[in-house]
Structure formats: C-alpha cells, structure tokens
C-alpha cells in the first residue's frame, strides 16, 4: 500500500510524537508516579489524542484506552452522559466536557480522565461557531475544564485541542490531583 504524498510531505503527520512533543512529557510524568493512569473520551478530535498518547514508547504503561464518542447517541451509550444534559446545554459544553471526563474515568476506572468536544469545522454548529472546543480533566481530586476559541481551520482545530488536552494532562499528572 503506498501512502498519500500528502502524509509524508511534514515530521507533524509521519510521527505523532514528534508533532506532539507534551505527549513524551506527559509519559514521562505518568512514569514518575506508578499506577497513575489515564483514559480518554474524544468528540471531535476523533480518536487524535489517544493516538498521540500511543504514539510514545511506554503509554502502555498508563494509557488504559478510550471512547471517541463522535455522535451525541455514543456519548449517551458508551458515556452515560444524560440525554436531558444534551438537550438543555449541547454538546459544545462545558458541562457535556464535564460529564464525558467524569465517565470515562469510571468507565476505564483510571485515575484521570480527559475529554474534548467541540466544533471543529469547516464552518459552524448551529450557533456555535468553528473552533469553540471545551476540554475537561476529571482527576481523582477535582474536575478541571478548559475553553478554546478562535478557528484556525478543521486540522489545526483538532491539533490545537489535542495540545490543550496534553497541558490539561500533564497540569493534572504533576500537580497529582
């Protein structure tokens, strides 16, 4: 199988870890405190972040798995987040980030679990606009969410949240709580 020109022109799309460098530091702070583990739940980023993570040499250390949960009925199913949650506050929100963190660290029953929704574009949600993207850490201490705005386009939104994540992450693993 020959791979697109177009995944081999960059270091960024041949090599995850070398287009997310945080992801070593998040490894490396994961090591530091054996059985400190994580899980993730993904909208729109898709399943990048948990990519990124395993794109590091040891993850399998700490990294117990995901849900990209892209469709609202997954984050229902898989995520147990309420319907009525979704209907009253969608799921470009604070809350919704909230809620997916929190259950995926149940669900994997890590020690932190992280989440991304958003709208990664082209173009807008409804009302909400391209690039709005929340982001949540729910660790053993205390839930931490984060808000991204500003569309700089589908790929970089993406990548920007996954960087966001990994911050959130690594924030979480050295503060240890």
């Known amino acids: 199988m020959k791979v697109p020109r177009s995944l081999t022109d960059g270091p960024e799309l ?3 870890a ?5 992801a070593e530091l998040v490894c490396a702070a994961a090591a530091s ?9 993904e909208s729109c980023t898709g399943g990048l972040l ?44 604070p809350e919704v ?3 997916m963190a929190v259950a995926v660290r149940s669900r994997f029953g890590s020690t932190y679990g992280v989440s991304t929704t958003g709208v990664a574009g082209p173009g807008p949600s409804g009302a909400r606009p391209a690039g709005l993207i929340y982001l949540a850490l729910a660790g053993p201490d205390r839930v931490a969410v984060r808000r991204l705005t500003g569309d700089r386009g ?18 979480g693993l050295e503060a240890g709580g």
């Not at 070398?18 to 945080?22: G, I, R």
């Not at 996954?162 to 992450?169: D, K, R």
């Open 154 to 171: 589908r790929h970089l939104n993406r990548a920007g949240a996954v960087t966001a994540a990994l911050e959130l992450l690594l924030a």
């Open 14 to 16: 041949v090599d995850l």
């Open 33 to 41: 405190a054996p059985g400190r583990t994580v899980s993730s739940a």
């Open 97 to 99: 980030a909230e809620a």
């Open 50 to 93: 948990a990519a990124v993570l395993t794109a590091v040499a040891g993850s399998s250390g700490y990294f117990l798995g995901g849900v990209v949960a892209y469709d609202d009925s997954v984050k229902v199913r898989e995520l147990r987040v309420s319907q009525s949650l979704l209907d009253a506050r969608g799921a470009v929100s």
């Open 18 to 22: 070398l287009a997310f460098p945080l």
